[in-house]
């Protein structure tokens, strides 16, 4: 007998398949049955159904991520399914080697997947050629690593004009000055990165990500090299240009005070997203936990 077409269970919310799992919360709305990874997302959608039945500004389907190294598969990503929605602040937690630093590369067209799709605004990205993926990075994309990867030889004003050299645009020398100054870097702009300490780089980094305008801020781990005082000013910013500048931002992190921070926390395990991965919730559950139930 053929077997029925079953609609597979989606977290309208995070995107993540739920079809394997028995007992996940619903909610009936406008006559369809939707179905939620836990009560984070349910609530999320509850406050705002039409928002979450668009089209995620990136949304992930199936997609494996195996490096080969000698005659050894490493298989990073199994079949990750994701929505990131527009506007949204997103931290993705999860422990070390789970995949979070290989799927921000892979969103942000620096690394190519193994199989499955990525939609960035419903476009295909796996349909582009090289040129294209560099053309809409470029665009679209500003990245804040762990390691500010700035270029040692050339200044601070250097290393942040380069996207503009790249993408054919007019560098504007008092817009730049303006920005420099709006980040306490003027005394700085001349410098080179060694002659620089960690949260000056990390400042020039982020003028870097944001010399095109991007609508999408990718952070890995941004503040995992900085001292906590320094660390929390970098945040205060990326989360202003979230709250402030409506750009999406989406920041890899072991820190949970900043997970505690995002509209949509993600967990990773294994290259999976995990149930009911909001640890916000989390905490207030186990804090509950321990004052009520010790003993129990
Ligand atoms: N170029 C590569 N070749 C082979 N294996 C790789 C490569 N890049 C990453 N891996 C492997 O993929 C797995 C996931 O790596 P990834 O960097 O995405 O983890 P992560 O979740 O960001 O970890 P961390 O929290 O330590 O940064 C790891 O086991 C890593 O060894
Ligand atoms: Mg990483």
Request: net charge negative; proline share 4%.
């Amino acid at each position: 007998m053929p077997t029925k077409n079953v609609q597979p269970k989606i977290d309208s919310v995070c995107g993540m398949d739920l079809s394997e799992y028995a007992d996940v919360p619903e909610f009936a709305h406008n006559g369809n049955t939707f179905y939620f990874c836990g009560t984070h997302c349910e609530e999320r959608f509850q406050k705002d159904p039409d928002r979450f039945q668009g089209e995620p500004l990136i949304k992930l389907n199936k997609v494996w991520k195996v490096f080969k190294l000698g005659g050894a598969e490493t298989q990073v990503l199994r079949g990750l399914d994701m929505h990131i929605w527009e506007g949204d602040f997103v931290a993705i937690i999860g422990p070390s080697g789970s995949g979070k630093s290989t799927t921000l590369n892979m969103v942000g067209l620096l690394d190519r997947f193994t199989s499955g799709n990525i939609f960035l605004r419903s476009n295909d990205i796996s349909l582009l050629n090289d040129d294209a993926r560099t053309e809409l990075r470029s665009k679209t994309f500003g990245f804040v690593f762990q390691q500010y990867n700035l270029i040692p030889w050339l200044t601070a004003i250097e290393n942040t004009t380069l996207p503009l050299i790249f993408s054919g645009k007019k560098v504007d020398k008092e817009a730049i000055a303006t920005s420099f100054e709006k980040m306490g870097l003027t005394e700085r702009m001349t410098h080179r990165p060694f002659e620089l300490s960690g949260g000056e780089q990390q400042r020039t980094a982020l003028l870097r990500a944001l010399a095109n305008d991007p609508e999408i801020i990718l952070g890995d781990e941004p503040t995992g090299n900085l001292d906590s005082a320094t660390g929390g000013k970098i945040l205060e910013m990326l989360i202003g240009l979230n709250k402030i500048h409506k750009k999406t931002l989406v920041i890899v992190t072991h820190d949970e005070d900043i997970a505690a921070q995002a509209d949509q926390v993600i967990a990773f395990k294994d290259g999976h997203l995990t149930l009911d991965h909001q640890v916000r919730k989390r905490f207030i559950k186990s804090d509950e936990d321990t004052s009520q139930h010790k003993h129990a």
